[in-house]
């Protein structure tokens, strides 16, 4: 575990990072002509997640309001933007 100071940074997660791999699975299920190699798969996520506004929190805080401030149909969305973006400039062989 990293620690700087005393603090522990595993700690710090940004919950919108967390939702979107959440949400992944539901866009593959909807997305069936999406390259699932390592590439795409990252490509998308670094896309959406970058689009997104970051959300840290602690791990020992109530995370219900962060959920809220972001919806799951906006990842989903900026999801399929992502999507759109990769598929016409692939970077896999």
Not at 30 to 54: E, G
Not at 81 to 93: G, L, Q, W
């Amino acid at each position: 575990m990293i620690q700087i100071n005393p603090y522990d940074i595993e700690l710090l997660k940004n919950i919108n990072e967390n939702r979107a791999w959440e949400i992944f699975p539901v866009f593959l299920e909807h997305n069936q002509d999406f390259c699932a190699c390592r590439s795409c798969i990252l490509d998308v996520m670094a896309i959406t997640l970058n689009t997104l506004p970051p959300c840290y929190h602690s791990e020992e805080h109530n995370l219900s309001a962060a959920r809220n401030k972001v919806t799951d149909e906006e990842i989903y969305r900026k999801m399929k933007e992502a999507y759109k973006i990769v598929k016409s400039r692939p970077r896999h062989d």
